[in-house]
């Protein structure tokens, strides 16, 4: 495992997402209201590329004909057949124990921290002591 | 070695060869079919525009969970809807996945529902001579399929007389949600037109007939509606069978596209069992209704069929025949069948070869 600075914070929007290659493999980092959250790029189903996804919130009913909204913006629906995966988690929402993606640890970091670092791996992306960083572990 | 890496992975894309039964063009705007409609119809879109049986005639019978019942990742950079650009089409379907051929379903207009009859088909006219134009003659992978406004049987064999020999055309196409079951009398100079131009009939899901999508009536919702496509296509076999049109036509052929597979066994046995005992109400057949399915009727693979277990897909596969399906995607639809996945079972090489092109290959003649 080592860590990857992958994004500034500036980089991704609230509500928007960027996808990065990391260790050959494709991770979406999506960006919830400030909060930022990693997962495996592959939905697990088909192999579509949940970065081009739907952001969406979670509907939840108690009984027919109530409905409960909660969460907004903390799953993404697969671009293809709408699997519902929680960003905090990876797992799908219908079949959280089978159908899942990788979460990866994610940590939002200050430049001055991050330049003492010898281990981190942030080969391609200059990092200055003033900026924010995303930094995942893989 | 590099070779045994290759086979260990998932398949590479320069190992997948894949015939796609099921890609859907779309237009940018309807002026695209104008160069191909007389000024009369132009004009009569304009004033009149086009009346299905149903409200909202640009409308889909049930709001689809995705804008254009398409892949979110399928709208193009330039604009336009899904299935509207053919580089989009290249580059993220055809290449990357292999496609060797495809067949054009355009669903669109839906000229087979149009209440006036002439300009039902005027637009296959039309449409049929877009996909030509505007497709196969800018992708030389890509089929054509001869669509009719099945209604009017005079208009659509003579559309399908006109495209007969060329060869930018593999097959007839209709919608099944037809005025009348498919099977009935009405439609049978189409079925005689197919089959002595040895041409299939390609049943694809969808059209507006006016009548509700389920037996049980207008259901609420799209999930509904989406399992409802199963049982247009079983009325559409029973009405087949039962008329006697494998009877009468002994040479047609006809493909089921996205009815799904699962029932095809169980719905032939039912059909054999009842003829069994009730045989007498239909002297016409000589033969049990699930032997004419074997023999007359393909179907193509999506919406592919998760069971639970691996094993259950094989046995569907052995009890539909696996010489008897098709493969195909949906491109660009929100319910697209990736080459690589979409069998969520064990299969030997070759059958993944049957499967993804041999089948098609022989039952189109190409290849």
Redesign the interface.
């Known amino acids: 495992m080592a860590r990857h600075v992958v994004a500034t914070v500036d980089d991704i929007a609230p509500g928007q997402r960027k996808l990065v290659q990391v260790e050959g493999r494709d991770i979406g980092i999506f960006n919830v209201g400030g909060e930022f959250f990693a997962i495996a790029n592959r939905c697990p189903?088909?192999?579509?590329?949940l970065c081009?996804?739907?952001v969406v919130g979670l509907v939840e009913s108690s009984e027919p004909g109530s409905y409960q909204f909660s969460r907004p913006g903390e799953m993404v629906?697969c671009?293809?057949?709408?699997w519902e995966f929680d960003l905090r988690t990876g797992k799908s929402f219908c079949d959280p124990r089978r159908t899942k993606v990788r979460a990866f640890d994610l940590k939002v970091e200050e430049g001055a921290a991050l330049v003492e670092e010898t281990l981190l791996r942030a080969e391609t992306f200059p990092v200055s002591i003033e900026r924010q960083y995303v930094v995942i572990e893989v | 070695m590099s070779t045994l890496e290759l086979d260990r992975g998932r398949p590479t894309e320069a190992k997948l060869r894949v015939i796609d039964c099921d890609i859907h063009p779309a237009m940018n705007a309807w002026t695209e079919v104008h160069p191909y409609l007389a000024k009369k119809w132009i004009e009569h879109l304009t004033v009149y525009g086009s009346h299905l049986r149903h409200a909202f005639s640009e409308a889909l019978t049930h709001p689809r969970?995705?804008p254009d019942a398409a892949?979110?990742?399928a709208y193009p950079d330039e604009g336009g809807p899904p299935g509207s650009s053919l580089s989009l089409m290249r580059s993220q379907h055809l290449d990357p996945n292999g496609v060797a051929f495809g067949m054009l379903i355009p669903l669109r207009w839906n000229p087979g529902s149009q209440r006036n009859l002439d300009f039902g088909v005027a637009l296959t006219q039309a449409m049929n001579t877009w996909q030509v134009e505007r497709w196969v003659k800018n992708e030389p992978r890509l089929r054509a399929s001869i669509l009719i406004a099945q209604e009017d049987t005079v208009g659509s064999v003579a559309e399908i007389e006109a495209r007969a020999s060329d060869p930018n055309f593999t097959q007839i196409l209709l919608l099944p949600r037809t005025d009348e079951p498919l099977g009935r009398r009405r439609y049978w100079p189409i079925f005689e037109a197919a089959a002595r131009n040895n041409l299939p009939v390609a049943v694809h899901v969808g059209g507006t007939n006016g009548h509700p999508s389920t037996g049980g009536g207008w259901p609420s919702y799209y999930m509904e509606e989406h399992h409802a496509v199963a049982e247009t296509m079983q009325s559409v076999l029973s009405s087949l069978v039962f008329e006697g049109v494998f009877e009468r036509f002994p040479a047609l052929r006809v493909v089921i596209m996205e009815g799904g597979l699962g029932w095809i066994p169980s719905f032939s046995a039912r059909m054999d069992k009842h003829w069994l005992r009730l045989r007498s109400e239909v002297p016409h057949l000589k033969r049990s209704p699930s032997e004419y399915v074997r023999e007359h009727v393909w179907f193509t693979t999506q919406p592919m069929e998760e069971p639970g277990r691996a094993s259950q897909l094989i046995d569907l596969f052995d009890r539909i025949g696996w010489d008897r399906l098709l493969f195909s995607t949906d491109y660009p639809h929100?319910?697209?069948?990736?080459p690589?996945?979409?069998f969520k079972a064990p299969l030997s090489e070759a059958q993944r070869a049957q499967l993804l092109y041999g089948n098609a290959q022989a039952f189109y003649g190409i290849g």
């Open positions: 189903h088909e192999g579509a590329s081009k996804g739907r629906r671009p293809w057949h709408g | 969970m995705s892949r979110v990742d929100w319910d697209f069948d990736d690589r996945h979409a």
